[in-house]
């Protein structure tokens, strides 16, 4: 841990002011004095703001909900170092401002109207290890302003919000007003704000854009999907007598995998909570392509014939012509007869044991969208039929192998940047180093771009990307890790 000397006064700004600077949202405050450069203090909240300003005209549209959650408690929970302070005393520069930090062109307005000018100071954001709860009484005038602490505070450099190269990169946003890279996905976020706090998938969603935002960027940690909870399950109940536990199960894995079904009939539908019952289908998937299938929760017993012909004649009653257009699935653990086996083949089925289905479901829980439906769909409508198990792990060994493979292309992207002190860069460069990196498989460079252009998406954000004249002028740079 490296040391530095303890600090004895703090800056006191608004709660929320501070809670975007430690979310990474904001890399600068308005004191209402000039701060010098290097000079270090802790930030103190308060529940005031600084003028005579209602709060939905002070802050951006995309912050409302942040503001209206923060923590107004008085604890220092990060301290911060001054890199660089401006006086802005022009209303040419408000509109740009605003899109690139957390308030609003009229409060900026207000703000400038009122003081003439504006102190801007970036700030260089620390966490502290554990928060420092004091209590004092905060006067509107001292907002903006120092305060001194009842005791020093020993702080430590070892925990900043930004990387070195993530601050430089907003600071050199900031002092050259650059246009935001991406304000449709700050937009997204006035959506995922309020449903974040209890909807984890929206939450899941929030952090990964506020790390392609370079809003943050710590390496998270793996996000545990509840769901797990009965995805491993799957082979247990599977292999039980508990056949309707195990039909729940699959409908619901299904879902997971991303099928979906409009039918509302019970007796050919996808609802984990309304099962066919005696005379209708185990499950019945339409989209993206219709999946019909049979569930046999057993693995004393060995499957009968009469499965497969249960699954044809419920097939036939339900769907009339569309079941031969159906993928066609057994979910069966038990050992199937002869009889069985040539039925399935013979009608091209798929026959998957509960362990498949649990190994296939969970990787996709773990990397969520890499289970691809349609290359699914022609592992399932290739030969051979019958006993599928092996084509259907196949095709999981192959998706492993496409997650290693960007997970290398993440790390090489990483640490490329880092040994060459550079911010970004282009696709032939890492080409070449990429041959030099002990690689998992051989890629062309058009094959790595392409890949580069995946991860630097705005729905998975591991890579960012600044677009280029060409597909070789594209430049990449690193912003989180994707762990295999």
Known sequence: MTSLLPISTALCLPAADITALI???IIAAMPKMFIRPRQKFALYPSNLLSDPIAIDKYYCSNFLYVDQNVDTSSKIK????????QIIDDNQS?????QLTIWTQDALDKILYQQQHIFLSYLRVYKLSQPYEISLEIESNKLGKFIGLPKPLTISNTNPVLTDKIFATRKRQLEKLEPPPHPELEKLLDVLSPLAINNPAAKQLQENIHLFLGWNDRKQKKYFDSDLVWINKIAEVGNSSD????????RKSFIKLGFSCSNTNSSANLDPEKLGGAGGLDFYCEYPYPVVGECKATKTERVPDGVAAQLIKLGYKHLQKHFDSCVKIILAAGELTKHAILTAQNNHMNVITPETLEKLVELQSNYQGCVNLLELK??????????ADDKVNRYIRKIKQDIKLRSHLVELVKYYLHNSNLDSTGVEALHGAYFG?????????????EILIELSSSLTGYLGRIKGADWKSDKFYFLRDLAT
């Open 94 to 98: 408000l509109e740009k401002l605003s």
């Open 378 to 387: 022609q592992c399932l409508q290739q030969e051979p039929f019958g006993l």
């Open 23 to 25: 979310q990474g949202r």
């Open 243 to 250: 056949g309707n536990e195990f039909e729940k199960l699959t």
């Open 437 to 449: 990196s002990q690689p998992p498989q051989p890629l062309q460079i058009k094959e790595m771009h």
């Open 78 to 85: 990060a301290y911060a170092q001054c890199e660089l302070s």
